[in-house]
């Protein structure tokens, strides 16, 4: 079994940043894909960002240039950078593995 959680959201303004942590339990973290989902009120959730174990990245049109991610294999962890935050990136945002694990969800925020 694999825990995942979240940290580093909020309340932001239009324009602002926020990055995301993602910290999961389990061995051979190092291994797996990692990804960033989203889920706004009303919508089905969707893909935000993955990264591979060798650090290749996967990024939605609607977020390249303004998201990245990342991972830090010997911390177990994987962030979401986010810049250049518009209202329509209001969500909650999720962490998985290899879309079988996932996290609580977090909720981002984008408003004046």
């Known amino acids: 079994q694999v825990h995942l959680v979240e940290s580093g959201g909020g309340l932001v303004q239009p324009g602002g940043s926020l990055r995301l942590s993602c910290a999961a339990s389990?061995?051979?973290?190092?291994?797996?894909?990692m990804g960033w989902y989203r889920q706004a009120p009303g919508k089905e959730r969707e893909l935000v960002a993955t990264?591979?174990?060798?650090?290749?990245?996967n990024y939605a049109d609607s977020v390249k240039g303004r998201f990245t991610i990342s991972r830090v294999n010997a911390k177990n962890t994987v962030y979401l950078q986010m810049n250049s935050l518009k209202p329509e990136d209001t969500a909650v945002y999720y962490c998985?593995?290899?879309?079988?694990?996932w996290g609580q969800g977090i909720q981002v925020t984008v408003s004046s």
């Open positions: 998985s593995q290899r879309g079988i694990y």
């Open positions: 389990g061995s051979m973290f190092s291994i797996y894909l």
């Open positions: 990264i591979t174990g060798l650090g290749a990245t």
